[in-house]
Antibody
Framework: QVQLVESGGGVVQPGRSLRLSCAVS????????MHWVRQAPGKGLEWVAV????????YYADSVKGRFTISRDNSKNTLYLQLNSLRPDDTAVYYC?????????????WGQGTLVTVSS | DIQMTQSPSSLSASVGDRVTITCQAS??????LNWYQQKPGKAPKLLIY???NLETGVPLRFSGSGSGTDFTFTINSLQPEDIATYYC?????????FGGGTKVEMK
C-alpha cells in the first residue's frame, strides 16, 4: 500500500526556516516526479514545487522561488522542502504528492499534510 | 500562468440529483485536465485524469468531459459521501494551477 507521510511542520516566526519531510513507503520513489502543494486555511490548493524522478530538474511557483528548495533522497525514499525566509502568507497545510505521468501530470496519492504556521 | 475558473463556487443538491461543475481555462490546455475531491480535514484525492479517465476505485457516477478551454465534471445521482469540495487542475504548463474549488453541500 502506497503511503506518504509528511512531517516537520510547526509554528515559526517570520523570517525563520523550516524543513519538511515526506517519507514514502509502498513504492519506489526513484521512478516518479514528486510535488509539494499547499493550502492556506480555508483557501484552495496552490502548487508549490516539483522535482523530477532523479532530482535533476526542479521548478517552483513564483510565490516561493528563491526562498523554498525542493530535494529528494531516493535512497531513503524521502522528499524534502526547505522553507527559508518564511512569511505569514506561507501559513498553510503542506502536502506532498506523487506524480504518475512524465514529466508531470496529476497528483496521486497525497500525504495527509503538515501544518506550517508563520507567526510572531 | 494559466488561470482555471471553476463555477459555481458552491452548490446545494439532494441525494440522487445530478451535479455539474464547470472549469474554464484561460487558454487552450488540450486534454491536460484533472479533477480532485477533498473532504473536510482530509487530503485531496484524484478522481479523474486527462479529462475523462476515472482513477481506479472511483465510482462510475463520477464523469468528466471537455477539451481545449471548457470542461465539465458530473456526479450522476449524488450520494451523501460525495459531500466535499471539488477542484480542477491543469498540467499543460507550469506552474500547475487549480481552479478555486466547488463546495458541494446536501440540501
Amino acid at each position: 500500500q502506497v503511503q506518504l507521510v509528511e512531517s516537520g511542520g510547526g509554528v515559526v516566526q517570520p523570517g525563520r526556516s523550516l524543513r519538511l519531510s515526506c517519507a514514502v513507503s509502498g513504492f519506489t520513489l526513484s521512478r516518479n516526479a514528486m510535488h509539494w502543494v499547499r493550502q492556506a486555511p480555508g483557501k484552495g490548493l496552490e502548487w508549490v514545487a516539483v522535482i523530477s524522478y532523479d532530482g535533476s530538474n526542479k521548478y517552483y511557483a513564483d510565490s516561493v522561488k528563491g526562498r523554498f528548495t525542493i530535494s529528494r533522497d531516493n535512497s531513503k525514499n524521502t522528499l524534502y522542502l526547505q522553507l527559508n525566509s518564511l512569511r505569514p502568507d506561507d501559513t498553510a497545510v503542506y502536502y506532498c504528492a506523487t506524480d504518475r505521468r512524465f514529466p508531470w501530470g496529476w497528483f496521486a496519492p497525497w500525504g495527509q499534510g503538515t501544518l506550517v504556521t508563520v507567526s510572531s | 500562468d494559466i488561470q482555471m475558473t471553476q463555477s459555481p463556487s458552491s452548490l446545494s443538491a439532494s441525494v440522487g440529483d445530478r451535479v455539474t461543475i464547470t472549469c474554464q481555462a484561460s487558454q487552450d490546455i488540450s486534454n491536460y485536465l484533472n479533477w480532485y475531491q477533498q473532504k473536510p480535514g482530509k487530503a485531496p484525492k484524484l478522481l479523474i485524469y486527462d479529462v475523462s479517465n476515472l482513477e481506479t476505485g472511483v465510482p462510475l457516477r463520477f464523469s468528466g468531459s471537455g477539451s481545449g478551454t471548457d470542461f465539465t465534471f458530473t456526479i450522476n445521482s449524488l450520494q451523501p459521501e460525495d459531500i466535499a469540495t471539488y477542484y480542477c487542475q491543469q498540467y499543460d504548463k507550469l506552474p500547475l494551477t487549480f481552479g478555486g474549488g466547488t463546495k458541494v453541500e446536501m440540501k
